[in-house]
T-cell receptor, first 115, second 114 residues
Framework: AQSVTQLDSQVPVFEEAPVELRCNYS??????LFWYVQYPNQGLQLLLK??????LVESINGFEAEFNKSQTSFHLRKPSVHISDTAEYFC?????????????FGRGTQLTVWP | DTGVSQNPRHKITKRGQNVTFRCDPI?????LYWYRQTLGQGPEFLTY????????KSRLLSDRFSAERPKGSFSTLEIQRTEQGDSAMYLC????????????FGEGSRLTVL
């Protein structure tokens, strides 16, 4: 079975500061990795994903995440955050070998950006 | 709007009553998932449909829970004899094609059992 640990439940930062949201996973099989974002009163949206190839993946709004196999991590980073980035962020994994595509989520990290 | 639609958005019920939630996925999506999210936790998998076939059910889905997807279109999740522990946000998601494709989530149905 897979499990995902998001070490920080809340991360407060000031606008234009850098941020890192940490994610570690545990799995006995190879996995795909995802970050989802949930803005207030909205459904979860895919932010970025790692399937294969380059271990550094980027989103269209400036976030990036790096897959580190040896540390079983997939931390999310942004060099300069905006107030509009305030949201809850969920890290998730799925089993590469399964056609089901079931996602295992972490408990989430609430990012709050202050002016 | 062509996103995933869930109804009702909010449901308050008394313990012991039955409730039903509906999910309308994106029309061309053949895969449909139900998840449950409680306060302070990430979504937890409940069940999965590929077209009209229910292919997997989590152990979280007790005998009081039943899900259907007739004709492979919309899906319903029914909870019988609700308990206070059933209070949660019930999320529906859909995708088309492979298991690496983007999973699109609805806004959820929040259940409060008094």
């Amino acid at each position: 079975a897979q499990s995902v640990t998001q070490l920080d439940s809340q991360v407060p930062v000031f606008e234009e500061a850098p941020v890192e949201l940490r994610c570690n996973y545990s799995s006995s099989v190879s996995v795909y990795l995802f970050w989802y974002v949930q803005y207030p009163n909205q459904g979860l949206q895919l932010l970025l994903k790692y399937l294969s190839g380059s271990t550094l993946v980027e989103s269209i709004n400036g976030f990036e995440a790096e897959f580190n196999k040896s540390q079983t991590s997939f931390h999310l980073r942004k060099p300069s955050v905006h107030i509009s980035d305030t949201a809850e962020y969920f890290c998730a994994v799925s089993d590469r070998g399964s056609t089901l595509g079931r996602l295992y989520f972490g408990r989430g990290t609430q990012l709050t950006v202050w002016p | 709007d062509t996103g995933v639609s869930q109804n009702p958005r909010h449901k308050i019920t008394k313990r012991g009553q039955n409730v039903t939630f509906r999910c309308d996925p994106i029309s061309e999506h053949n895969r449909l998932y139900w998840y449950r999210q409680t306060l302070g936790q990430g979504p937890e998998f409940l069940t999965y449909f590929q077209n009209e076939a229910q292919l997997e059910k989590s152990r979280l889905l007790s005998d009081r829970f039943s899900a259907e997807r007739p004709k492979g279109s919309f899906s319903t999740l029914e909870i019988q004899r609700t308990e206070q522990g059933d209070s949660a946000m019930y999320l529906c998601a859909s995708r088309q094609g492979s298991n690496t494709g983007e999973l699109f989530f609805g806004e959820g149905s929040r259940l409060t059992v008094l």
